[in-house]
């Protein structure tokens, strides 16, 4: 294919997205019809109307609506370092391609190889307990570091904690957005979206400068959990987003894994329920990577490293090892747990130590990966 006919593809295949009353199924049967998306403008009334095209989608196409606006993005798109990759390219993601109804037109920022590697979404509440967003972190960081993309929607709680896990790991991490790719939800989360897309990418099916709608949030589950071997759920409420998410993955038959949590906790019910219904309970990293088809393990586990020996991160639920601490600070690091951060007022008083000793002995644990600080100086366990 010369540039220029991949130009005039790139063009149609975004034009097509942009055609009233035209949906992705409608556009992708059309496509499958006529043999290409060029195809598709250059058909007669006639031959529209008879693959069930309306009259009024018809006399759209034939008008070549959507081509002023497909011009338009691919001149924003050039100006903010945006790859488009279309349904027809080599470069689309294959798991994707296997969803009912995959996006015609995907818009990254960032490594578009990501796409196509062997991936983890980790989604939950965007409103974790501090034991979620521990959990989120460690998993994310452990599957990253055996060579899992960790795919995840930027939204604050669990998708951040998965983030920034899969980047402190330096691994890999993909954000599916709701809204433009240049439209970075929530603010907040403008820095991690910075760093995501220098090692990894932000991906969206919706145009350039698209806000943040709510009914956008849905629709882009399905590009979650279509990237994806499989969908992990850590926390998430009765009526959920992440559970969208779950039931999505399944109906890709895509594997369903889910963290337990106490079962006082709202936030516990999502991830229970699925455990019920036959999801995977994980407690640590291995419990993901033993349900994959064999020929994906053996990449991600070295032939010459027993399974067994694979285990090197401890069970998310087993204490952590604390030889070779001071006295000092094994008595800090005694009155943290994992399922509650402590704030330091509560520290000094349970460790019966001077507030110094105190701050050096936290300040040690974190230096060591034992201990992690969340914001208004709260502590807790890392798992």
Partial sequence: MTAASSD???????????????????????????????????????????????????????????SNEAER????????????????????????????DPPLVLYVRG???????????????????????SVAHRLAADLAQRQLVIVSGLARGVDSASHRGALEAGGKTIAVLGSGVDVIYPRENKRLADQIVETGAIVSEFPLGTSPQPENFPIRNRIISGLSLGVLIIEAAEYSGSLITARLGSEQDREVYAVPGNITSAQSF???????????????????VEEFPPGIRAELLPVEQPSDEGRDSLPLFEPLRT?????????????????QALFIDSILEQAGLPQPKVLSALLELEMNGLVRQLPGKNFIRKL
């Fill in 8 to 66: 005039s593809s790139l063009r149609s295949w975004l034009g097509l997205t942009h055609v009233e009353g035209l949906g992705v199924r409608s556009a992708q049967k059309l496509v499958e019809q006529f043999g290409s998306p060029e195809a598709v403008y250059s058909a007669s009334l006639l031959s529209l109307e008879n693959c069930g095209v309306p009259r009024r989608v018809a006399e759209h196409l034939r008008a070549g609506a959507g």
């Fill in 73 to 100: 993005e691919l001149a924003v798109a050039e100006k903010v370092g945006c790859r488009l990759l279309t349904f027809g390219s080599p470069d689309y993601p294959p798991l994707l391609k296997q969803i009912a």
């Fill in 111 to 133: 490594d578009a190889g990501l796409l196509s590697r062997h991936a983890l979404a980790v989604v939950g509440t965007r409103r974790p307990t501090a034991y979620g967003s």
């Fill in 270 to 288: 999502g991830p229970n329920l699925l455990i019920k219904q036959g999801a995977k309970l994980v407690d640590n990293w291995m419990d993901v």
């Fill in 323 to 339: 030889s070779g601490l001071t006295a000092d600070q094994k008595r800090v690091y005694d009155q943290l747990r994992a399922d």
